[in-house]
């Protein structure tokens, strides 16, 4: 299983990210992503999960009309979009595979994307 | 939903470390815990209060009672030196899913 995500961003304040995570070694349908984020010494903080298989989403409030979270089956990649970039949204962004579950987790993330959002 | 862990836990190798993760009435929910290094992913070493996936070293157990959640690693490495978390799952918050301020463990 490897989760693979694009590279580092430096943003203006005001300006939108994508970031991709691309999967393999497993059946993507099959499972729920997650993307967290963790600003620098701190927690990790969920931002939202997409399921594949039927494109459901649920998103943290917080970031609410801020963040879009979709998946393209046919390269097994999702994708994270965050818009109205503030200087508190500079974090190493996560992608996370979740296992369907009555008490969701994490069993595999990728190796992180650092956004930077700086004038 | 409020999980709170001790900042800092110190041990010398070989010997048994735990860290808590404390919550009300936590033993009524699912606790996962994850390992950080420096500059690296979190790994998931526990799910489900006392699982571990597969890779994951015997060293590393899990409790869960009353209002707090334990991770044991018994006999600890210097290689386990690193940030822990613990996470669990509340429908009732938002998030849902919410993780502890973390433990940074050291090794002597």
């Known amino acids: 299983v490897q989760l693979v995500q694009s590279g580092a961003e430096v943003k203006k304040p005001g300006a939108s990210v994508k970031v991709s995570c691309k999967s393999s070694?497993?059946?993507?349908?099959?499972?729920?992503v997650s993307w967290v984020r963790q600003a620098p010494g701190q927690r990790p903080e969920w931002m939202g999960w997409?399921?594949?298989?039927?494109?459901?989403?649920t998103y943290a409030q917080k970031f609410q009309g801020r963040v879009t979270m979709t998946t393209d089956t046919s390269t097994s990649t999702a994708y994270m979009e965050l818009r109205d970039l503030r200087s508190d949204d500079t974090a190493v962004y996560y992608c996370?595979?979740?296992?369907?579950?009555?008490?969701?987790?994490?069993?595999?993330w990728g190796q992180g994307t650092l956004v930077t959002v700086s004038s | 939903y409020v999980l709170t862990q001790p900042p800092s836990v110190s041990v010398a190798p070989g010997k048994p470390a735990t860290i808590t993760c404390g919550g009300t009435n936590i033993e009524g929910k699912s606790v996962h815990w994850y390992q950080q290094q420096p500059g690296q992913a979190p790994v998931l070493v526990i799910f489900?209060?006392?699982v571990r996936p597969s890779g994951i070293p015997e060293r590393f157990s899990g409790s869960n009672s009353g209002n707090t959640a334990t991770l044991t690693i018994s006999r600890v490495e210097v290689g386990d030196e690193a940030d822990y978390y613990c996470q669990v799952w509340d429908s009732s918050t938002d998030p849902p899913r919410v993780f502890g301020g973390g433990t940074k463990l050291t090794v002597l």
């Open positions: 489900y209060d006392n």
């Open positions: 996370a595979r979740e296992p369907e579950s009555s008490s969701p987790y994490f069993d595999y």
């Open positions: 997409t399921s594949p298989y039927n494109g459901d989403t």
């Open positions: 070694g497993y059946t993507f349908s099959s499972y729920g």
